[in-house]
């Protein structure tokens, strides 16, 4: 068993500790209601600001069933080299436009470029699809509107739709310029790697992710389905370059490696970092934890590099 004592510092264990007082580890016992109103009190206790010049506002964009809305975050001195298509995490149940709001202006804030944050169809009132469907519309919207490239960026479940949407549009005439993964969850091997050595890990274990991917999928087996794992495709070529930045303590990592090995495979460019001693959902620690902060900032730098169409690692 994994001796967490030993590979999570003090500061970290901190943010674990002030983030089960809001959202304890049970909370997946409770009804889809009460997690989201756990989830979104989390997040306005987590929520940091913006920063000095970013402003943003609510729109929507049309979606293949309903509206999709979206916030458009402006920097006062903006960097027009390209924009950021931000797809959020929470297990495809939770979050929305407010859930991750500091998270995207800071990227607004740090990088220049504009940041438009989706707020995706949520699970179980809208299955397996509909997540991917609204992250494929927001895309063609951005492709379609923008003078400029586009650039994708999520945590988590948003890392898998960012995925799957740069698996989607490699066909495409303006397909992204990159893609930045953190922490995402890409459908892996479950019976091996960080799949097994964090399968209890703080913030996020197995058990936590067979339900949200029941409750996604609504229970069918969709394995193969490169929409909802993109591990599972058969073709890696012509991705465009990706950053993958996983935590060490947290069963999705290996997926991080697993996606970089098959794009290099394929010849295309691909770089991952795990970070060490970090858990899932570190991005709410960036400002109180020493490694979350050095890690964001790759995070910040991967994003402004890869939206210049510039490969440095």
């Given amino acids: 068993m994994t001796d ?5 510092d003090a500061e970290t264990w901190a943010f674990i500790e002030r983030t089960n007082s809001y959202y304890p580890p049970d909370t997946i016992d409770y009804t889809i209601a009460q997690q989201r109103e756990i989830y979104h009190r989390m997040c306005r206790e ?3 600001g913006y920063p000095e010049g970013v402003t943003a506002e609510i729109t929507a964009i049309a979606g293949p069933a309903c509206d999709i809305p979206i916030r458009i975050y402006r920097n006062a001195k903006p960097d027009r080299a390209a924009m950021v298509l931000y797809l959020h995490g929470g297990g495809f149940i939770l979050g929305g436009l407010d859930s991750h709001d500091d998270v995207c202006a800071e990227l607004c804030g740090r990088t220049g470029y504009e940041v438009v944050s989706v707020d995706y ?3 179980p009132e809208h299955l397996h699809p509909a997540a991917f469907d609204d992250a494929m519309s927001a895309f063609e919207w951005a492709a379609g509107t923008y003078d400029r490239p586009v650039l994708l960026c999520g945590d988590s ?8 949407v740069a698996h989607a549009t490699r066909g495409h005439a303006k397909k992204p310029i990159g893609q930045v993964l953190i922490y995402p969850g890409l459908g892996g091997d479950r019976a091996r790697g960080s799949y097994v050595t964090h399968a209890e890990a703080p913030m996020l274990t197995i058990r ?3 339900f949200y991917k029941n409750i996604r999928t609504g229970g069918v087996d969709q394995t193969g389905d490169i929409t909802l794992y993109p591990l599972a495709d058969a073709d890696f070529a012509n991705l465009p370059p990706t950053m993958l930045i996983t935590a060490q303590c947290d069963p999705l990592s290996s997926d991080g490696e697993a996606y970089r090995d098959r794009i290099v495979a394929a010849g295309g460019r691909a770089t991952w970092f795990e970070e060490p001693g970090l858990v899932h959902g570190y991005l709410r620690a960036r400002h109180t934890v020493g490694r979350a902060r050095a890690s964001f900032t790759r995070i910040v730098d991967a994003v402004a590099t890869l939206g210049k169409g510039a490969w440095t690692w």
């Fill in 4 to 8: 967490y004592s030993k590979l999570i």
């Fill in 46 to 48: 987590f929520f940091a």
């Fill in 121 to 123: 169809r949520l699970a």
């Fill in 157 to 164: 479940a948003g890392g898998n739709l960012c995925a799957a």
């Fill in 208 to 210: 936590d992710l067979e």
